[in-house]
């Protein structure tokens, strides 16, 4: 499966900015997905992700109330942003998590799409 991210960009503090995860094929039931950020300098940590039966979505303590992450098709949408927002976002996809959880190891996750730069200015 192949992943292409998209949405990323240049935003003020306080804007929005919605990313999304087109893969090459069907992915729906078949995987978890997740987003996935990276900051120069720091480690890949977990932002949001949904369970392949969608009945589960977890978010990073960070962004919660001020991410979603879609049942449809899993884009991302990010509100309130903040300049530590700042990252490249990587949306990935996990086939061996179980059918109704969310993993946030990167480790879980078997394709990754290429990342798209968000920064968030001041």
């Known amino acids: 499966v192949q992943l292409q991210a998209s949405g990323g960009g240049l935003v003020q503090a306080g804007g929005s900015r919605r990313l999304s995860c087109a893969a090459s094929?069907?992915?729906?039931?078949?995987?978890?997905m997740a987003w996935f950020r990276q900051a120069p300098g720091k480690e890949r940590q977990f932002v949001a992700g949904?369970?392949?039966?969608g009945r589960k979505i977890a978010y990073e303590n960070s962004v919660k109330g001020r991410f979603t992450i879609s049942r449809d098709n899993a884009d991302l949408q990010m509100n309130s942003l903040k300049p530590e927002d700042t990252a490249v976002y990587y949306c990935?996809?996990?086939?061996?998590?179980?059918?109704?959880?969310?993993?946030?190891?990167?480790?879980?996750?078997?394709?990754w799409g290429q990342g798209t730069q968000v920064t968030v200015s001041s």
């Open positions: 949904i369970s392949k039966s």
């Open positions: 094929r069907r992915t729906f039931g078949d995987y978890c």
């Open positions: 990935a996809l996990g086939s061996g998590i179980r059918w109704d959880s969310v993993s946030s190891r990167s480790s879980d996750y078997d394709y």
